[in-house]
Each structure stands twice: as C-alpha cells, then as structure tokens.
C-alpha cells in the first residue's frame, strides 16, 4: 500500500473537456480566429495553458500569443466549471484514501487559481493534502522540481508514492523522479498513445486504481 498519491487534474480527476473548450472557443471569437473542435481541445490538454492556447491559435498567430494567452487565463480563472464532473467511483475511491489514511494530491499543469478554484467547487469535501498548478517559480510537469516540491509539502518519500494521471507529462514527471505510475484509460490519451510515452501500469477505472493503490 502506497502512503500517499499524486493525482493529475484534467482527465484524471476531473473531467473538464467541455469547460476547458467553451472558454477556448469564447477566446478564439474574441480575437476573430477559428474555433477549435473537442478532438483538437483534447490533444491540446496537458502541457500548460501556454501550450492549449499556443496549438490552438496557430503559427500564424503566434505573435499574438501573449494577449491571447492572458485574456484566456483570465476568463477561465472566472469559470462555474459548470460543465465538469467527477468520473464514476471516484467519489468511493477517494474517501477509501482518506479512511486508510493515503495522503492526497494534486499536481497540474493547470493554472494554481484555476486548479484551486477546481478544489473548492470540487474537492473541498476530501480534504486534500496539497494542491499545486502552474505557478511562477515551479516548473510544469514533468519537471522533478514539481514533483519534489509536493513531496516535500506531503512529507512522504519517492519509494511510498504514487502518481495517476492520464497523460504523457505525468509519465515523465513520475519518471523524473523515479517514481511508480499508474495511467488512467478514462482520460484524454489512449492506451497507445500512453504506451507510447513509456507508461506500464494502466487503470480502466476507479475500482481498479483503488486496488493499484491499497492492494
């Protein structure tokens, strides 16, 4: 049994596709540049709001992507998350943690007011240990600085931890680290695609990371 686990957010804990496209979509009107479509906004997800915007303007654009960038950071940190939601049997496995005493995180590549503003409409109730986004001063996943600086915050060594996520970063950042990692099917990468950037163990659902964790 691990002492403590690190969760990705997008596609791991939260599934927030929808959400993350209608402030994208509502971006791109702003600026009089073509919307992007659900399969796009998909395998845009995972590396920073910088890299979202980034694909999703186009090299054309490129110029333009500070401004772009900021006005999307600041209408998506005043979202309802009103489209999000939790995955089936998430809610049974994170209050398991909780009762063996698994200690709990997140580490995103989110924005930290947009991953803190997920925790409170979202997670309040499961009392998470530590809640880290995108902040200056800590580089994105899969840097170990990132990794690291939640270990310290847990208080827990490499060896008693786990990482979930769903996508390639959260492979690497566990690598990094030399750190076990578990991917999830449910998310926005496929099984091949995970394959593909190293991962070994997989999860097709809730029940099935809870055994990965507990044993």
């Given amino acids: 049994m691990y002492k403590a686990v690190i969760f990705d957010l997008d596609g ?9 496209l209608a402030v994208l979509n509502h971006t791109l009107d702003k600026f009089g540049l073509p919307r992007i479509t659900r399969g796009q906004a998909q395998s845009y997800i995972g590396d920073g709001a910088r890299e979202l915007v980034r694909l999703a303007i186009g090299k054309d654009n490129a110029h333009r992507l500070d401004e772009i960038l900021a006005y999307y950071k600041t209408e998506y940190a005043k979202s309802d998350n009103g489209l999000a ?6 809610e049974e496995a994170l209050y398991a943690l909780k009762e063996r005493s698994v200690k709990i995180a997140i580490l995103t590549n989110k924005p930290h ?3 803190m503003r997920a925790n409170g409409i979202f997670f309040e109730r499961f009392a998470f240990d530590c809640v880290q986004g995108q902040t200056e001063g ?3 996943k899969p840097s170990p ?6 270990l310290d915050k ?4 490499v060896k008693d931890c786990l990482f979930v996520g769903d996508g390639e970063a959260d492979i690497k950042a566990a690598e990094s680290v030399g750190m076990d990692c578990v991917s999830v099917l449910w998310g ?6 995970l394959k593909a950037a190293g991962a070994t163990r997989f999860a ?3 029940k099935k990371l809870r055994h990965e964790i507990l044993g």
């Fill in 188 to 193: 926005y990468r496929t099984k091949e695609q």
């Fill in 154 to 157: 847990l208080g827990v060594k």
């Fill in 85 to 90: 939601s939790l995955y089936e049997g998430e």
């Fill in 204 to 206: 097709e659902n809730f």
């Fill in 138 to 140: 800590i580089p994105l």
């Fill in 113 to 115: 007011n947009a991953a």
């Fill in 145 to 150: 600085q990132s990794v690291n600086y939640v």
């Fill in 12 to 20: 791991t804990l939260l599934d927030s596709l929808n959400d993350i």
